[in-house]
């Protein structure tokens, strides 16, 4: 069974300060990983995946995800917090390996102060 | 270039009412999965449809919901008998395939309230 876990219910930062938001997984096949963002009273938009090539990925509003297969980890990045990324961030991960459901952990959210 | 359209926004119902809840996918997406999201919790898988046919239901509960996903018009997700514990955001999602490398767009929730 796949499996998506977010350590943090919420993280905190500085605006102009770097971000981390932590996401493991746990799937029997080929991971494949996705990080949306969700902001009040709307729906999740998607930031990035990663399916396979490098394990850096880039995304929307210049995030960026590293893939660590030993630690099987998706951490989001970004080097420059901003107070509009306050938000409900997901990590999702779906069975590389023909599955078609994608299973998502129970959300982050990030407080960025001016 | 319309994404997914959920409909309605809010929806208050009476305990013993049926809920439907719409979605529209994306144009040319024949795929759509519903989530459901409760207060200060994350995103539940609860269905996966493709276009007449239920392919994931596992979970769904068992009573008083239902889905479809008709050949014409818009994906239904049905509660009836709507208790206050149904009380949450209903999200659909589509995407293109089925294929693994398939992001999903998700539409914007319908909130259910059930008094």
């Known amino acids: 069974a796949q499996s998506v876990a977010q350590p943090e219910d919420q993280v905190n930062v500085a605006e102009g300060n770097p971000l981390t938001v932590k996401c493991t997984y746990s799937?029997?096949?080929?991971?494949?990983l996705f990080w949306y963002v969700q902001y009040p009273n709307r729906g999740l938009q998607f930031l990035l995946k990663?399916?396979?090539?490098?394990?850096l990925v880039k995304g929307s509003y210049g995030f960026e995800a590293e893939f660590n297969k030993s630690q099987t980890s998706f951490h989001l990045k970004k080097p420059s917090a901003l107070v509009s990324d306050s938000a409900l961030y997901f990590c999702?991960?779906?069975?590389?390996?023909?599955?078609?459901?994608?299973?998502f952990g129970a959300g982050t959210r990030l407080f960025v102060k001016a | 270039n319309a994404g997914v359209m959920q409909n309605p926004r809010h929806l208050v119902r009476r305990r013993g009412q049926e809920a439907r809840l719409r979605c529209s996918p994306v144009?040319?997406?024949?795929?759509v999965y519903w989530y459901r999201q409760l207060p200060e919790e994350g995103l539940k898988f609860m269905v996966y449809?493709?276009?007449?046919?239920?392919?994931?239901e596992s979970g769904m509960p068992k009573e008083r919901f239902s889905a479809e996903f008709p050949k014409e018009g818009p994906s239904i997700l049905r509660i009836q008998q709507v208790v206050r514990g149904d009380s949450a955001a209903y999200f659909c999602?589509?995407?293109?395939?089925?294929?693994?490398?398939?992001?999903?767009?998700f539409g914007s929730g319908t909130r259910l309230t059930v008094v």
């Open positions: 999602a589509s995407s293109p395939g089925q294929g693994t490398n398939y992001g999903y767009t």
């Open positions: 799937v029997s096949g080929n991971p494949y």
């Open positions: 990663y399916i396979t090539g490098d394990n």
């Open positions: 999702a991960v779906r069975d590389g390996n023909g599955g078609f459901k994608t299973i």
């Open positions: 144009k040319g997406h024949s795929h």
């Open positions: 449809l493709q276009k007449e046919n239920i392919i994931d």
